[in-house]
């Protein structure tokens, strides 16, 4: 059996995540920052996979929760091995905490848990994976992280950072035979989406899951969700800059 611990797992597509994984016989080791929130996802799953446990109660289920607001920067090494301690191994390492709103308290926020706090999740993946010789590490970037937008210039730029940090990450580990992944979604129905126009088309976060998946089995060191956002980022990207100034998007 394969081990996977999700952050950001209680909702959107870290919550996809952990149910595809959960659906295709993993252990599940699914972290979020509201203990209620995470016995509730632990007891439907485990409804599906019989097993699951919360942290501090019956080690050894198949399905196993942990709590940690990756924002408190002490917590997340002792909240991990706690839940790594329960769910016995790792072989994946998801980070999909993710936030994205406006004002200048949600503009720390977002360079907290989508930055800072995914840089402090990893460097405590690679240690571990180090020490082991083998495994992957994978953070849920977005399509925003390519080119700054008009709508929501903070939220790019933190995942740009986390981009470039992955893509640093990766070369470091791969001599310990670690490899990391970049997923970089473009528009998938969740919470955090919000209203967004009709073109491109989103699609939904079990869909999202699904391809994430695939994407990672087959060791991509990064890709786009779905893969037709890779086309329409290099546009973006292409686009002269006296021109994306007047039509950039949302």
């Given at each position: 059996?394969?081990?996977?611990?999700?952050?950001?797992?209680?909702?959107?597509?870290?919550?996809?995540?952990?149910?595809?994984?959960?659906?295709?016989?993993w252990?599940?080791?699914?972290?979020?920052?509201?203990?209620?929130?995470?016995?509730?996802?632990?007891?439907?799953?485990s409804?599906?996979?019989?097993?699951?446990?919360?942290v501090g109660?019956?080690?050894?289920?198949?399905?196993?929760?942990?709590?940690?607001?990756?924002?408190?920067?002490?917590?997340v090494?002792?909240?991990?091995?706690?839940?790594?301690?329960?769910?016995?191994?790792m072989?994946?390492?998801?980070y999909s905490?993710?936030?994205?709103d406006?004002?200048?308290?949600?503009?720390?926020?977002?360079?907290?848990?989508n930055?800072?706090?995914?840089?402090?999740?990893?460097?405590?993946?690679?240690?571990?994976?180090?020490?082991?010789g083998?495994?992957?590490i994978?953070?849920?970037?977005?399509?925003a992280?390519?080119?700054?937008?008009?709508?929501?210039?903070?939220?790019?730029?933190?995942?740009?950072?986390?981009?470039?940090?992955?893509?640093?990450?990766?070369?470091?580990?791969?001599?310990?035979?670690?490899?990391?992944?970049?997923?970089?979604?473009?528009?998938v129905?969740?919470?955090?989406?919000?209203?967004?126009?009709?073109?491109?088309?989103?699609?939904?976060?079990?869909?999202?899951?699904?391809l994430?998946?695939?994407g990672?089995?087959?060791?991509?060191?990064?890709?786009?969700?779905?893969?037709?956002w890779e086309a329409?980022?290099?546009l973006?990207?292409?686009?002269?800059?006296?021109?994306?100034?007047?039509?950039?998007?949302?």
């Open positions: 059996m394969r081990h996977v611990l999700i952050v950001g797992a209680t909702d959107g597509i870290g919550l996809a995540l952990a149910r595809e994984y959960a659906g295709r016989s252990r599940v080791g699914l972290v979020g920052r509201d203990r209620k929130k995470v016995q509730e996802i632990v007891d439907m799953l409804g599906e996979h019989p097993g699951g446990t919360i109660e019956h080690p050894g289920g198949t399905i196993v929760g942990g709590v940690l607001d990756v924002t408190v920067r002490d917590a090494k002792p909240a991990l091995d706690s839940t790594l301690d329960t769910l016995g191994q072989d994946l390492l998801i905490a993710g936030v994205m406006v004002g200048p308290a949600a503009e720390e926020e977002m360079l907290r848990v930055t800072l706090a995914a840089v402090d999740v990893c460097e405590w993946a690679a240690a571990y994976f180090t020490r082991a083998q495994g992957r994978a953070a849920i970037g977005s399509t992280g390519d080119r700054g937008r008009k709508g929501n210039p903070v939220y790019g730029a933190s995942k740009a950072a986390l981009h470039q940090y992955l893509e640093g990450l990766r070369a470091r580990l791969h001599p310990d035979g670690v490899g990391v992944t970049t997923v970089k979604p473009g528009w129905r969740t919470r955090m989406l919000g209203d967004v126009p009709g073109f491109p088309p989103s699609i939904s976060a079990a869909k999202a899951a699904d994430i998946r695939r990672i089995e087959r060791g991509r060191d990064s890709f786009y969700v779905p893969a037709w329409i980022s290099i973006l990207r292409l686009t002269p800059r006296f021109l994306f100034k007047r039509m950039a998007p949302p």
